[in-house]
């Protein structure tokens, strides 16, 4: 995500942000992941300071490598047709 251009923040465990800016984009990213049964929290203000809205992920054992590549391949699809990256 990070070389697609994704800002990921400065996180080294298993929740990986996408911070994208304003809360709009977040909501619109987690909307089109949705229709492509990806669920992710699209975190907004108060949680996280207004201008840093993100789509919050959480990755685990149990993710298969496939899986998280059809993820990150839907988020940068999302994210250039959205203008984040």
Do not use: W, Y
């Not at 298969?64 to 391949?73: Q, R, T």
């Amino acid at each position: 995500l990070q070389t697609a251009g994704f800002d990921t923040g400065q996180s080294t465990s298993q929740i990986v942000p996408i911070i994208v800016g304003e809360e709009e984009l977040a909501v619109s990213m987690r909307e089109r992941l949705k229709l492509q049964n990806i669920e992710v929290g699209a975190i907004r203000t108060p949680t996280v300071p207004r201008g840093k809205a993100r789509l919050r992920f959480g990755i685990c054992l149990g993710h298969s490598l496939c899986g998280l590549e059809f993820v990150a391949d839907a988020v940068t699809d999302a994210g250039r047709e959205l203008g984040v990256i």
